[in-house]
């Protein structure tokens, strides 16, 4: 995996602008996706990460820039795309009233599964999810996370070669989160397919995805693996429970420049655990005790570090 | 397989629905229910209303016979009658509720009547209360037939009860003289009968028709919308032809009781009649001509000499007559023949034409037939004969001939039936579709199923099979209930079900339409029932059309309940023929039509915003 050949890509998006009601939405977005790698796109609320699965699955018709999928404009070949294409939208959408295999089989007939084979694929992949058990009880009764499982297979029935997911984890507790992060790693590194995921949480970013585009107001401000994207946004030493008003002093031990305020503490922009350790030891002689200390790189700060000059948040 | 989606779609959503308790209550059990309550009101309440419970103002301003036959006539319709001087106090007591409606005499009723036969009689009803006003308009239409027939009836009573008899007996009796040669026992009594008819006055007969001619006219000109729909079922050219038949057979009866009375005295076989007087007049036609103006002349100078030889005559062949009758019988003709003879010496000339129309008054008396005569006679009192009794005393028909209905069924939860069926399915059809597309536009479900390569037409078209299911069950369930609870009158259950199933889809587009306007389940149910509400409103389905204002009439014309009410109604009540529906069918499939593709090309798969 890694940029791919022609032959490799999955997909391709070039100066792709979207317009909504007058607002853009996307602006001039450039990304290509590899076959069988898991892409995630990363983003705060409103950056415009669902508007992109949009387009991607031809819901959405771009304002200009071109975009392929496997080969094909998602608009244009709209009806021989989906077939190819799995998307799972970001809420659950499924018919509560139906049973999880029923649900399975009428999504299924839509996709064009042939009927000899969809009775079959339905029971394999509700197996795969692994409720079978629960194959014929109402979706009503199911918990959040069964529906999430369901929600998921319903986009797999028909064996996509690719598969689109909006949100793949919001609103989850830890447990699901988990386990659906493991579901597609798992669809991935099974089956083949190739995933495009979006997410505002770079923790699951980096748990699941090959490579990560970081997308801020339409754009795309940062693209590749999550070693090259942290290593650009650089690491820092982390200092939880500082009183506010001891913030002069700290300013006035560190560089300039170097220091931001952070949610819980403050943020010390360092090159090297060294320097972490010598600036630890300098704010103990100076009597400012933080209650955590920590050093490395966090996923919020990576974010932060991409968006921040264009949120205009404060450098003290 | 991709042709099917709009079936497996409809399938689906049907699935749903029959697991969801609160939709199936939503969408059919909620209109089931308003049936039952609109039913229950109008075939129960409405009846008790009807007949109990109108409160009916009587003005009159003097006392007269006709006003008080109405007030008569208004208590025989189990309606109350108030009975008031004064109109501008009526009309506060209307203004108030306390009396339903007015109905104002004119107060010279009694003379304008017996001069003119015609007078007024007006009715003041409360525009605000349509309902009611169409309760009174059938309570006052049964009550004015009743004064018509007493104007009329005396008439027609007279025909039935004594002319008709009396002249079956003539022909009967002409008939048996004619087959039986029984002319002399029994020409007195037929002369004495002819006489009677004779005597009774022909413009009386002929007016009869005139004035029940002229009644229906008015009506046809002045009357109420109703009693104008209701005479139109009269066969008005029957009453007026019967009675103008009465006429041309007194006249015919006339003239045989003047021609029997002539030749009474010379007749001895009725079937040799026309033969002798024939004869009788040849033979003097032929004497008068053969006299010319110069014999004449010699004649009338030679009768007094022959006197004597005349009186010898006479004496010879009448033996019994006496020396004076002789004489003056002599006398007599003598002076009659010198006067015939005077008029053939002064107008020689006149006497070819005398002679000419005396042999066609031969010809003609040659033609007759008495036996022709009597048979048209017959066929003539045949047809009174086979005249109803309530028919001729009830010439003008003014009620009991509902617009739509046999005798048996005039309830107003008849009228409606249609109109109730009609919003049974607006109501379903339209909640359903705007409120399961906004549902599932919300739940995401439309973006899944775009996603599964799902296009628009698919769609609509698998709302529409739903629709069509749930309005089909919908019909079941209010035919049953029509039927079973309230005993309304359907001409035609399938056809009922095939036509409702066709209007279904008149209101799927419209649904979509609005679909695509609403974005929350509120707005979606909000804006669906203002949308019932107000069409049921302007096509007048709960209440009788006519009495809506041209305005609403109007707007009428461009919602399609209204259609769907008309088709419904052709088929429930009328059992219309499919020429009949045409219009209906056409208006419904046009606005189908443009509101599904308008809907098709709206429909929204994403949220807003």
Redesign the interface.
């Known amino acids: 995996m890694g940029d791919g050949s022609a032959t490799d890509v999955a997909i391709e998006v070039r100066e792709l602008v979207v317009n909504f009601h007058g607002v853009e939405a996307l602006r001039g977005i450039d990304l290509r996706v590899c076959r069988g790698e898991i892409f995630g796109i990363v983003g705060t609320n409103g950056a415009g990460k669902s508007t992109l699965i949009d387009a991607l699955s031809g819901m959405v018709r771009p304002t200009s820039g071109s975009i392929k999928v496997l080969g094909r404009d998602p608009i244009r070949r709209s009806g021989e795309l989906r077939k190819l294409t799995g998307v799972v939208p970001q809420e659950v959408s499924l018919e509560e009233k139906l049973t999880g295999l029923e649900n399975l089989l009428y999504f299924g007939r839509l996709l064009d599964v042939p009927g000899d084979e969809l009775k079959g694929r339905a029971e394999e992949t509700i197996r795969f999810m692994g409720l079978w058990e629960r194959r014929n009880d109402r979706l009503e009764s199911y918990s959040v996370g069964m529906k999430r499982k369901i929600h998921f297979a319903c986009s797999l029935i028909h064996r996509p070669e690719l598969l689109l997911i909006d949100e793949a984890t919001a609103g989850f507790d830890p447990v699901i989160r988990e386990d659906v992060s493991g579901l597609i790693i798992d669809m991935a590194r099974k089956e083949g397919i190739t995933v495009v995921l979006t997410t505002h949480d770079l923790s699951d970013a980096r748990d699941m995805c090959d490579r990560l585009a970081v997308l801020h107001r339409g754009e795309v401000v940062s693209t590749g693996r999550w070693d090259d994207i942290s290593s650009a946004a650089g690491a820092g030493l982390y200092l939880g429970g500082i009183n506010p008003g001891m913030e002069g002093k700290l300013r006035d031990l560190v560089s300039p420049g170097s220091l931001a305020r952070v949610p819980g503490g403050y943020r010390v922009s360092l090159d090297s655990l060294q320097e972490a350790l010598e600036l630890a030891q300098l704010l103990d002689r100076n009597g400012l005790s933080a209650s955590t200390i920590s050093y490395g790189i966090q996923p919020e700060d990576v974010f932060r570090e991409l968006t921040t000059e264009r949120k205009g948040d404060s450098v003290v | 397989?991709?042709r099917l989606?709009p079936l497996?779609?409809g399938l689906?959503d049907l699935?749903?629905i029959a697991?969801?308790r609160r939709t199936i209550s939503l969408i059919i059990i909620l209109p089931v229910i308003v049936v039952l309550v609109v039913g229950t009101t109008f075939s129960l309440g409405y009846q008790e209303f009807e007949s109990r419970e109108l409160a009916i103002g009587v003005v009159q301003h003097r006392n007269s016979s006709y006003a008080e036959v109405l007030v008569e006539a208004i208590v025989n319709q189990s309606a109350q009658a108030v009975v008031y001087a004064d109109v501008e106090e009526a009309r506060i007591d209307l203004i108030r509720e306390k009396i339903d409606s007015i109905i104002e005499v004119d107060p010279w009723i009694d003379e304008k009547i017996a001069e003119f036969k015609r007078s007024w009689i007006a009715i003041h009803t409360d525009e605000t209360r349509p309902i009611l006003t169409a309760a009174i308009e059938v309570t006052m239409v049964q009550a004015k037939q009743q004064v018509v027939d007493d104007m009329v009836g005396e008439y027609v009573l007279q025909i039935q009860e004594a002319l008709v008899p009396a002249l079956n007996r003539i022909v009967v009796t002409l008939d048996d003289m004619v087959s039986g040669g029984t002319l002399g026992t029994e020409v007195e009594e037929i002369l004495d009968v002819l006489g009677a008819i004779a005597d009774l006055d022909d413009e009386d007969v002929l007016s009869m028709s005139a004035t029940v001619d002229e009644g229906i006219r008015d009506i046809y000109e002045n009357g109420t919308p109703q009693e104008r729909a209701i005479i139109s079922l009269i066969d008005r050219s029957a009453i007026v032809g019967s009675l103008r038949s009465l006429a041309d057979v007194k006249s015919v009866l006339d003239s045989i009781y003047h021609f029997l009375s002539y030749v009474e005295p010379h007749l001895q076989d009725i079937d040799e009649l026309p033969g002798e007087l024939a004869g009788d007049l040849t033979y003097f036609t032929g004497n008068i001509s053969s006299i010319s103006p110069g014999q004449a002349v010699i004649i009338q100078a030679a009768l007094p000499i022959l006197r004597d030889r005349i009186a010898d005559a006479l004496a010879e062949e009448n033996p019994s007559w006496s020396v004076a009758q002789v004489a003056e019988r002599t006398t007599s003709l003598i002076q009659g023949t010198q006067s015939l003879m005077g008029t053939i010496a002064e107008r020689g000339s006149d006497i070819a034409n005398l002679t000419e129309n005396l042999d066609e008054a031969r010809e003609y008396l040659d033609s007759i037939s008495l036996t022709g005569l009597i048979s048209e006679a017959r066929q003539a009192l045949g047809y009174l004969g086979s005249m109803e009794e309530n028919f001729i005393t009830s010439p003008i028909y003014l009620v009991g001939r509902p617009l739509y209905f046999g005798e048996e069924t005039k309830r107003y939860v008849d009228y409606i039936s249609p109109g109730i069926f009609a919003f049974g399915i607006l109501f379903s059809v339209l909640v359903y579709t705007v409120l399961s597309v906004v549902r599932d536009r919300e739940?995401?479900?439309l973006?899944?199923?775009?996603?599964?390569?799902?296009n628009r037409w698919s769609y609509v078209g698998s709302k529409c099979i739903t629709c069509m299911a749930i309005s089909a069950i919908q019909i079941v369930i209010l035919t049953a209930c029509a039927i079973l609870l309230f005993g309304i009158y359907i001409a035609d259950v399938p056809k009922t079900l095939i036509l409702g199933l066709y209007s279904s889809v008149g209101f799927v587009g419209l649904g979509l339409l609005i679909s695509s306007v609403t974005r929350t389940e509120l707005e979606a149910v909000t804006a669906s029932f203002g949308m019932v509400f107000i069409m049921l409103m302007i096509s007048g389905v709960f209440y009788p059309f006519e009495l809506s204002p041209s305005i609403i009439r109007q707007a009428s014309a461009y919602i399609p309940i209204t259609y769907v009410t008309n088709l419904l109604k052709a088929g429930i009540i009328k059992d219309a023929a499919a020429g009949e529906m045409l219009v209906d069918v056409v208006m419904i499939g046009i606005y189908g039509g443009v509101t599904l593709l308008a809907g098709a090309l709206a429909f929204q798969?994403?949220k807003k915003g």
């Open positions: 397989m991709s989606k497996w779609i689906t699935r749903k697991r969801e739940k995401g479900i973006r899944r199923l775009f996603t599964c390569n799902v798969w994403r």
